[in-house]
């Protein structure tokens, strides 16, 4: 495998140890501190393994159908704090999510890394609404995404705990 591409799935495995750097020593409780107008640190975690789940599924189906349209016409139906709201972020379990987020990234890199290097280079479409122009995600492009998905929350994570002394 290309050089460039196993730093990228070491750095991709790397995530949900990172997540859990951000909140080592939390109390249950602290993960509902959030500032105000914003998140919680719970609902941030929701955000993140919620959303590295549904683009994982985009990834498989690029790995099957380069080229393909992503089935993502649906999500902007609602803004993401409303889907914030009706996937219960405020309320589900840190534990349960941290265990599928470790299992669904070994998963993604379990696979990438027994694949030929020119998958990184398959790409999916969709076309955002109100935008005139398609949007294409290769698998690279997906892969870096969650990296700084991920590197903005943990510091918006870092900030509430900075701002409530945790």
């Not at 080592?24 to 941030?44: H, T, V």
């Not at 599924?57 to 409303?82: C, D, K």
């Not at 479409?125 to 997906?142: C, H, N, Q």
């Given at each position: 495998?290309?050089?460039?591409?196993?730093?990228?799935?070491?750095?991709?495995?790397?995530?949900?140890?990172?997540?859990?750097?951000?909140?080592?020593?939390?109390?249950?409780?602290?993960?509902?501190?959030?500032?105000?107008?914003?998140?919680?640190?719970?609902?941030?975690?929701?955000?993140?393994?919620?959303?590295?789940?549904?683009?994982?599924?985009?990834?498989?189906?690029?790995?099957?159908?380069?080229?393909?349209?992503?089935?993502?016409?649906?999500?902007?139906?609602?803004?993401?704090?409303?889907?914030?709201?009706?996937?219960?972020?405020?309320?589900?379990?840190?534990?349960?999510?941290?265990?599928?987020?470790?299992?669904?990234?070994?998963?993604?890199?379990?696979?990438?890394?027994?694949?030929?290097?020119?998958?990184?280079?398959y790409f999916g479409r969709i076309?955002?609404?109100?935008?005139?122009?398609?949007?294409?995600?290769?698998?690279?492009?997906?892969?870096?995404?969650?990296?700084?998905?991920?590197?903005?929350?943990?510091?918006?994570?870092?900030?509430?705990?900075?701002?409530?002394?945790?």
């Amino acid at each position: 495998m290309n050089q460039e591409y196993e730093e990228l799935l070491d750095q991709y495995l790397e995530l949900p140890a990172r997540l859990d750097e951000a909140t080592n020593g939390l109390a249950k409780e602290d993960f509902d501190l959030r500032l105000e107008g914003e998140w919680s640190i719970r609902e941030y975690i929701c955000h993140l393994i919620d959303g590295e789940q549904l683009w994982q599924i985009n990834l498989r189906v690029i790995l099957g159908l380069n080229g393909a349209a992503f089935p993502m016409t649906w999500y902007p139906q609602h803004s993401q704090m409303e889907w914030s709201a009706l996937w219960a972020y405020s309320k589900r379990s840190i534990e349960a999510l941290l265990d599928q987020y470790r299992a669904n990234t070994q998963s993604l890199v379990d696979i990438l890394e027994n694949l030929p290097d020119e998958v990184w280079e398959y790409f999916g479409r969709i076309t955002w609404p109100g935008a005139e122009k398609e949007s294409r995600y290769s698998v690279r492009d997906i892969v870096e995404m969650h990296i700084s998905h991920l590197d903005g929350h943990a510091q918006d994570i870092r900030a509430i705990r900075a701002k409530h002394g945790r």
